[in-house]
């Protein structure tokens, strides 16, 4: 009897109840699907490279722009840029503003970055370029050293921003 009870308790917990206002399940799907579809807005811009593998440059969901990493590639070429760190840290800022302004927004609404190093001795040269393109109030961020990024790019920087108001 105990076991029982625990059972019927475990159910309970993870049962909702049921509103004499929840429409029906017909006009409720039709709904959802909707608001679904205007709530996700895929963002494809070609100021931006194409993405080397199987995703989306950026998300828009509801007021936030949600960006897929960027390296260093030139958007023309499909070729990462020539020279050293600094050459692509400039190509992957660059290529992040095409990507966020496609999505409706701009580098002063950025909230977070992630910036991903190949190696963080790299760390003060991605900092002062960084700071170019932040001027004022720049945003949050997280700094990482990985093993390796995609095209063996030395870093790769990730962003969410809130899209601008009309």
């Not at 494809?44 to 007021?63: C, L, R, W």
């Not at 409706?104 to 790299?122: Q, Y």
């Amino acid at each position: 009897m105990k076991k029982l009870v625990s059972t019927l308790v475990v159910f309970a917990c993870f049962t909702t109840p049921v509103s004499s206002q929840t429409p029906s399940r017909k006009n409720d799907g039709a709904r959802n699907q909707k608001s679904a579809s205007t709530r996700r807005r895929v963002i494809k811009t070609n100021k931006a490279p194409q993405g080397v593998g199987v995703y989306s440059q950026a998300i828009v969901a509801g007021e936030l722009v949600f960006t897929s990493g960027q390296i260093g590639i030139n958007p023309q070429t499909g070729q990462m840029v020539e020279g050293g760190f600094a050459e692509q840290a400039e190509q992957v800022l660059r290529n992040l503003a095409a990507v966020i302004e496609a999505g409706g927004s701009d580098m002063s609404n950025v909230l977070k970055t992630t910036v991903f190093l190949a190696d963080m001795d790299d760390f003060n040269a991605m900092n002062e370029i960084y700071r170019r393109h932040f001027k004022v109030d720049p945003p949050a961020r997280s700094t990482v050293q990985v093993a390796r990024l995609p095209r063996n790019a030395r870093i790769e920087i990730e962003a969410v921003a809130l899209v601008k108001r009309n």
